[in-house]
Structure formats: C-alpha cells, structure tokens
C-alpha cells in the first residue's frame, strides 16, 4: 500500500495480507471460416495472460465475464461462449480450457457481408476542398489523446488567461493560485491540477502542492503526540509531552525561507489539501533562516524562523 498518494496524513494503516481466490476459465472461441485455429489460440493465450497480470496488480478486482469475452475475442474470434467462471473452485492450470469452433456461414472470402455507410457532407462543405480537410479533421477528434494534450495547451494560453484556466481547474484562492507569483509557477500548478485533487488529504498532495508553488521540498513530521522513548525522536520541543490528543498535529519542516504573508496563506492552503481532522502546528524553517548580512530588514517580513 502507498504511503504517499493512499494513506491519509497523520494516520497509521496496518495491511493485512490479501485472500487469494483461484477460479477456473471454460471458454468456447467461435471463429471465423478460414482462419488458423492454432494460431487463434495462441493469441487467445497471450491476451489472457496479459490480462490476468494486470489484474493482480490491484485488490478487490472482480472477475466480470463480459471483460473475460472482450480479452479472448482476438482477431479471428467471432464469439466467445463462457461455460464456467467459479470463483470458488481452484484452478489447476493458468489458463483453463479453450474450445475451438468453426463458425460457417457468417463470412465469405474474409469479408463480412455488412458495410459501413458512406458519409457525407452538406453541399457548402462538398464544394470547398479546405472545408471538407477541416471536417475530416473534425471526424478524428475523438483520436486525440487529452491527456497529452491539455499539458500543452497550458503552454500556450496567455498569461492573462491563466486564472481563466485556474478556475476551470478549481485551484483559485486557497487552493494554490494565490501563492503562485509568476506565469511558470501558475502554469506548473495548472499542469498539476487533477493529480492534486485526486491525491488531497495525503502526505503526496502536501508535498507537491508545496512543491509546485516554487517552496521546494519539505519533510512532514506527522503526529506529535503518543512517542516513546526509544531513542528515534528528540525533546526539541517539536513534538509535545502529554497531550495525547494531537496525534492529528503535523509539523513542516522547509527548505526555503517565507515571508509571514506567505505562511498565513501556505497555511489557508495547506488546510484545503490535508484532512479536516489535521492541524498544521508549525512552518518550520529554522534551519534554513535569515543571516544578519544585511540583505533583509527588521520590517516584520519575517520571523525567527517558525510560522
């Protein structure tokens, strides 16, 4: 289990060790006239076997025929008929058994006797060759992998559109944006938008959110209460003595300096990407504070080295 982007900050999870549940898979493949059967159940094989390593990465799959007839119907398959998937019965063999059939009739000289419409455009379209290359481009749209693209698209918006963009990706005030002072850090914080939002509540989000505001990295001092004297941790004053309910408190511990105005809104910000039940105790930047040489002045900008 994840102790970065799955476990809540400042919880102890204890795993106990997964229940394996075998099963056994009876399958019919249906073919197509004219095919190579053996070569057919080669690929079947292949598939399934790819498909089960990607279900044991994960806990809790559930065994669902439809993906089991969707994995098996490789080119050639005209069907595939499940004769048993028992969840409760042990599996002698990785693979189960598989049945081949010729299915006659459904195809004739490796053609299928249904066709695909032919599409057409309205006439202002069909006149114009620069209209009917755009409409085609249109037709490929559902192609583009989103993904990839929308990383660019950030790229490419100008700088007064940002928040716009922001907005769209709810990561206005608190959130980020308003400790994000310059177009790179806005941009870097909109890139990393969804993961922040699918993570919140977990040491990863705060890490990163920190990170992708341009504070660099931090180390997260989670539960300062209910420590025992086993030598791992000192009496520093950074954890506290007796009180046995701030096993929800959190300390950060920075690598950068911040201002007092930076580390009232960090804190707002923090706040919306850790658990309700988690208190920030400090913004510990001690051992990276301010030097007497001059280059800051006694303004109350900054403090003595914790916000």
């Given amino acids: 289990m994840s102790g970065e982007r799955v476990r809540p900050l400042c919880?102890?999870?204890?795993?106990?060790?997964?229940?394996?549940?075998?099963?056994?898979?009876?399958?019919?493949?249906?073919?197509?006239?004219?095919?190579?059967?053996?070569?057919?159940?080669?690929?079947?094989?292949?598939?399934?076997?790819?498909?089960?390593?990607?279900?044991?990465?994960?806990?809790?799959?559930?065994?669902?025929p439809l993906d089991?007839?969707?994995?098996?119907?490789?080119?050639?398959?005209?069907?595939?008929?499940?004769?048993?998937?028992?969840?409760?019965?042990?599996?002698?063999?990785?693979?189960?058994?598989?049945?081949?059939?010729?299915?006659?009739?459904?195809?004739?000289?490796?053609?299928?006797?249904?066709?695909?419409?032919?599409?057409?455009?309205?006439?202002?379209?069909?006149?114009?060759?620069?209209?009917?290359?755009?409409a085609d481009l249109g037709l490929r749209m559902s192609d583009i992998d989103a993904v990839k693209l929308m990383p660019r698209l950030t790229e490419l918006v100008v700088p007064e559109h940002l928040?716009?963009?922001?907005?769209?990706?709810?990561?206005?005030?608190?959130?980020g944006y308003w400790l994000a002072e310059s177009d790179e850090t806005r941009r870097k914080?909109?890139?990393?938008?969804?993961?922040?939002?699918?993570?919140?509540?977990?040491?990863?989000?705060?890490?990163?959110?920190v990170r992708r505001l341009g504070f660099g990295e931090v180390e997260i001092v989670e539960g300062l209460s209910n420590k025992k004297h086993n030598g791992e941790i000192?009496?520093?004053?950074?954890?506290?003595?007796?009180?046995?309910d701030r096993w929800a408190h959190y300390r950060i511990i920075m690598t950068n300096t911040i201002t007092n105005d930076q580390a009232a809104l960090l804190r707002r910000t923090l706040r919306a990407f850790a658990p309700a039940r988690c208190v920030l105790a400090a913004l510990d930047y001690q051992h990276v504070s301010l030097r007497h040489n001059g280059?800051?002045?006694?303004?109350?900008?900054?403090?003595?080295?914790t916000a």
């Fill in 68 to 134: 089991i007839q969707t994995v098996l119907k490789v080119a050639g398959v005209y069907n595939v008929v499940l004769k048993k998937t028992d969840p409760n019965r042990r599996q002698t063999r990785p693979m189960g058994k598989m049945y081949i059939r010729q299915y006659p009739g459904i195809v004739r000289n490796g053609r299928g006797v249904a066709t695909m419409a032919t599409l057409s455009y309205a006439s202002v379209i069909e006149r114009d060759q620069r209209y009917r290359m755009l």
């Fill in 11 to 64: 919880d102890t999870v204890t795993v106990t060790a997964p229940a394996a549940i075998d099963y056994t898979l009876d399958a019919e493949l249906v073919l197509y006239t004219g095919v190579n059967a053996a070569e057919v159940l080669v690929a079947a094989k292949q598939a399934w076997s790819e498909y089960e390593v990607t279900r044991r990465e994960k806990l809790g799959m559930d065994i669902v």
């Fill in 163 to 175: 928040e716009l963009l922001a907005e769209s990706r709810s990561i206005l005030g608190e959130d």
């Fill in 189 to 209: 914080l909109i890139k990393g938008a969804y993961q922040l939002h699918r993570y919140k509540g977990t040491p990863w989000a705060i890490r990163e959110i």
């Fill in 234 to 244: 000192r009496r520093d004053g950074s954890y506290t003595h007796g009180h046995t």
């Fill in 295 to 305: 280059q800051a002045l006694r303004d109350g900008t900054f403090n003595r080295g």
